[in-house]
Each structure stands twice: as C-alpha cells, then as structure tokens.
C-alpha cells in the first residue's frame, strides 16, 4: 500500500519558533508537495519540488522555505512561527507528468 | 492565483438523491482530477480526466469536462450517508514541473 507519512498529526508550537515539518513517501516519486488548508480557502500551495535539492515557490511561500535532500523526503521549514501559520499542512507526492497525488493525512499546527 | 472555484459552498442531500458539484478554473489544462477528503484527514484520488476527454465514470461518479467553459462536473449518484465530505477539484498544466492547484472545495452532507 503506497504511504506518505508526516512525521506529526497535531503540533503546538511558541510565536518566534523555529519548527520542521517532515513528509516522507515510500513511492519513489519525482514530484513532491507542500499545502495549507484554511477554512473557506481550500488547498493553497507553498512549495513543490520535482526533483532531489529542487525547489519551486507556490502561490503563499512567504514565511516558509524548504528542504529535499533525499527524494523521499521533504521538510517545511517556518524560520520563525506565527500565529497566521495556524492552519492545517499537508505534503503530497506524484510521479512525473500530471497524474494522481498521494497525501499524508496532514499536520495540525497551532502556533501560541 | 490560478485557484478553482467549486459550486456549490455547501450541499445537504438526503440518501439514495444524487449530488452534483461544479468546477470552474482559469487556464489551459492537461488534466483535471477530483479528490475527497474525510474530516480532518488528508485527500483522496476519486478520478482524473483528460483535457481530451469529455466524460469518465467510476462506479457511482460521473465527470465531465468542458474545456470551453473551462468546467467540470461530479456527480455522484445514489448518495449515501459515507458519501459526507469536502470534495475538492485539482487542475494539472500543460507545463513541466507544475503542481496541482485545489479548489476551495464543496462540503457536501448526506443524511439518512
């Protein structure tokens, strides 16, 4: 059964912190990505790598950077957490091309 | 941003009634696929069609495309009560190491 696994389901973090969110697949797939999930807002993407050490910007990267030294693994970094980064964060993987994603189950994150 | 709208918001259905869901997006497509998501949890792949294609069924879902109107449609026949979730519409470019871009979604609820 293919899996990518986040490394935590609900996290609760200080203002100013700095804190990594990790994704890891087992599917051997290029395409790897980072989301937040707000109410009323959907599926808004912050980062995406198609290839080991690349990186492309989504549409909301302000306040994150990323990390793929190993293509089955990817980490969301938040230089320093804010109360706006509260949300829901989901990693996904996909082969190359267009074709289906597979996500975590996500990352709760409350910043206090 | 390049983020689809779903229509409606929110649907309440009783079971056994069939439940449609609409999908608008803004550019050129390689394919469009349709995702579901539990509450709480991450999403999963319900179907994918082509930018060639114009409809595709999976057991009880049915989609269509209008590349035209830049539209989609879910519906998803015989709803029953497991049916309740958000659903979400992905479009995938043309372009070579593009992610998928989600829409806000439809929360649909089927009770019995």
């Known amino acids: 059964d293919v899996k990518v696994t986040q490394s935590s389901r609900y996290l609760v973090k200080r203002t100013g912190e700095k804190v990594f969110l990790e994704c890891v697949q087992d599917?051997?797939?290029?395409?790897m990505f980072w989301y937040r999930q707000d109410p009323g807002l959907g599926l808004r993407l912050i980062y995406f790598s198609y290839d080991v050490k690349m990186k492309e910007k989504g549409d909301i990267p302000e306040g994150y950077s990323v990390s793929r030294e190993k293509k089955e693994r990817f980490s969301l970094i938040l230089e320093s957490a804010s109360t706006n980064q509260t949300s829901m964060y989901l990693c996904a993987s996909s082969p190359p091309g267009a074709g289906e994603a597979f996500f975590g189950q996500g990352t709760r994150l409350t910043v206090v | 941003s390049q983020q689809g709208e779903e229509d409606p918001q929110a649907l309440s259905i009783q079971e056994g009634e069939n439940a449609t869901m609409n999908c608008s997006y803004k550019t050129s497509i390689n394919n469009l696929q349709w995702y579901r998501q539990n509450s709480g949890r991450g999403l999963v792949h319900l179907i994918l069609?082509?930018?060639?294609?114009r409809e595709k069924h999976s057991g009880r879902l049915r989609v269509t495309l209008d590349t035209s109107k830049k539209s989609s449609s879910l519906l998803i026949t015989a709803s029953r009560a497991a049916d309740t979730a958000s659903y979400f519409c992905?479009?995938?470019?043309?372009?070579?190491?593009?992610?998928?871009?989600f829409g806000k979604g439809t929360t649909l609820s089927v009770s019995s």
């Open positions: 599917m051997d797939h290029e395409n």
């Open positions: 992905a479009t995938a470019t043309n372009q070579a190491g593009t992610a998928l871009i």
């Open positions: 069609i082509r930018s060639n294609e």
